[in-house]
């Protein structure tokens, strides 16, 4: 059975969406789609720190609407990340960025918070483009 995804949005206007989609695991797949190409990679902490902050900024196009991701999920998703981090000061920006998001604080406080924990200078959207080509090799 396969788990549907949710989308976070758009690398370019009329391009794939991409987004998560929970695994049997307790993990989460890092999903690209489109009608014609599909693919699914395993997620990353990074990966989920870039597809929330990418959702909180708004820098990507709208995904289908009927595969939106929520508020829920990306902080469904941050929390996961959170969890998996080993590194003591990834860790720590983690459960910043979560602590923002549960307690509703300003999108500019989220948005620092999650920059923190995807990691000084890493842009979300680049990276959301390197790992779209990755999942192109494997889907």
Known sequence: MEI???AIGRLEPDGPWIGVA???DDGYALTLGAPDEAGRLTARPDDLAALALAWFEES?????????ATLGDVAAIVRH???RVTDP?????????VDAIDDGLAADVVI??????LGDG?????????RTEALRRVG
């Open 112 to 117: 620092d918070r999650l920059a923190r924990a």
């Open 89 to 97: 000061e990834a860790h720590r920006a983690f459960d910043l960025a």
């Open 4 to 6: 549907p995804a949710c």
């Open 81 to 83: 990340a959170a969890e």
């Open 22 to 24: 929970p695994t049997v």
């Open 60 to 68: 990507l196009d709208e995904p289908p609407e009927a595969l939106a």
């Open 122 to 130: 890493v842009d979300a959207v680049e990276h959301l483009r390197r």
